[in-house]
């Protein structure tokens, strides 16, 4: 793959990846071998999680289209080699982005939930994992994504208390999902959301509370949405930018006193 053509996704949109089509490899072994390597370039490239999360879903019986997409994600590597993740001064707010795909295929019917956490303007910490569940309307996926979302600010905000660095301003949480925005504050219990009463009262506590406040972002600002799914090349640059993953030249423009707009 060292001469491979570069290309400018991780992934294609189309055909959605399962385990029902293709063939399978006849050994494995290389596949998994590539796939469990990929895992350490996910430290420090969130670009890539949503597509490595996914050939990762296919390691026990990997088939022909799994290997090709794991090889488009090298040829995208290759010609992102030099990028890597900036960070600057910034505010010490502490705001997260959340998200989820509801899966509506045949396969799995479980939904991914995805959260990006910012300090600042520096990303420090994502996750784009599948539910544990099947979460049955759309809005019951994100609300699922938004507890594990505020779980995960929490947990963050208690260690910079535990390490003696203050906060400033309060901690926000930004859904795409409007009904998801509206059920969080709301006190009523509606019959159609008790099956996952459990996640309301966690995230109406701390609401109410006020440890946090979750707000509506349209999803042309969903920073999180290039967690979600594969997509087209205007879209996942756009999407790239506000994740601070950038090229080396970029990296060294701002430590050399340059700033990223």
């Known amino acids: 793959m060292s001469n491979a053509k570069p290309v400018d996704t991780p992934m294609v949109n189309s055909p959605t990846l399962t385990s029902l089509i293709g063939s399978p490899l ?22 890539l999680s949503f ?11 990997p088939h022909d289209v799994h290997w090709a997409a794991v090889k488009r994600i090298l040829r995208y590597v290759r010609g992102t080699i030099d990028y890597g993740l900036l ?19 045949l396969e799995y019917r479980k939904s991914t939930s995805m959260f990006c956490l910012y300090l600042g303007d520096n990303l420090i910490g994502w996750v784009s994992k599948k539910q544990s569940v099947v979460s049955r309307p759309t809005f019951e996926a994100e609300y699922r994504s938004l507890a594990n979302a505020i779980s995960e600010l929490i947990w963050f905000r208690s260690f910079m208390d535990e390490i003696s660095v203050k906060l400033s301003g309060p901690q926000v949480i930004w859904c795409d999902n409007a009904s998801t925005v509206s059920l969080a504050a709301n006190p009523v219990l509606h019959a159609k959301v008790q099956h996952v009463e459990l996640d309301l009262h966690f995230v109406r506590e701390k609401v109410l509370s006020d440890q946090l406040h979750v707000c509506f972002v349209p999803s042309c600002d969903q920073v999180a949405y290039i967690l979600t799914k594969p997509l087209m090349v205007g879209a996942f640059s756009h999407c790239r930018r506000p994740m601070r993953v950038v090229a080396a030249d970029v990296l060294y423009q701002h430590a050399e006193g340059g700033i990223l707009e």
């Open 26 to 47: 006849s050994d494995g072994t290389l596949y998994q071998q590539v796939v469990g390597r990929m895992q350490y370039l996910c430290l420090t490239r969130l670009d």
């Open 51 to 61: 597509v490595v999360n996914k050939v990762n879903q296919y390691m026990h019986q």
């Open 87 to 105: 960070f600057q001064e910034s505010s010490m707010s502490l705001i997260g982005f959340c998200d989820a795909k509801w899966d509506s295929s």
